[in-house]
């Protein structure tokens, strides 16, 4: 099972970190996708990131103000953002996809990941 953690309310330019964290499962060769979504609106994929961090993508939304991460050795991948705007608010769900020994372009689409957490709510408020 994924676990996504580190929502909040947040005041307009500050910072969140998400984490993604397994159990009874290994991320080490899984690529991990963090997507949001708001009611009302299509899920956006916001960052991923394959198995050995060889590769990230990010949505143009999010690029220059997030930061996808992650420590196998935990087990956990992350999702720091930063300057915060009002339209980052939803729920933000990670996700993880088979990628076998990494070193390729991570996944975009939701429906090619197998596995996902249950969602953690940011919002951006003042």
């Known amino acids: 099972q994924l676990q996504a953690s580190g929502g909040g309310l947040v005041q307009p330019g500050g910072s969140l970190r998400l984490s993604c964290s397994a159990s009874g499962f290994t991320l080490n060769n899984y690529a991990i996708g963090w997507f949001r979504r708001v009611p009302g609106k299509e899920r956006e994929t916001v960052s991923c990131?394959?198995?050995?961090?060889?590769?990230?993508y990010y949505a143009d939304s999010v690029k220059g103000r997030f930061i996808i991460s992650r420590d196998n050795a935990k087990n956990t991948a992350y999702l720091q953002m930063n300057s915060l705007k009002p339209e980052d608010t939803a729920v933000y769900y990670c996700?993880?996809?088979?990628?076998?020994?990494?070193?390729?372009?991570?996944?975009?689409?939701?429906?090619?990941?197998?596995?996902w957490g249950q969602g953690t709510l940011v919002t951006v408020s003042s």
């Open positions: 996700a993880a996809n088979w990628d076998g020994s990494g070193y390729r372009d991570p996944p975009l689409h939701a429906a090619e990941y197998d596995y």
């Open positions: 990131i394959d198995s050995v961090s060889s590769s990230t």
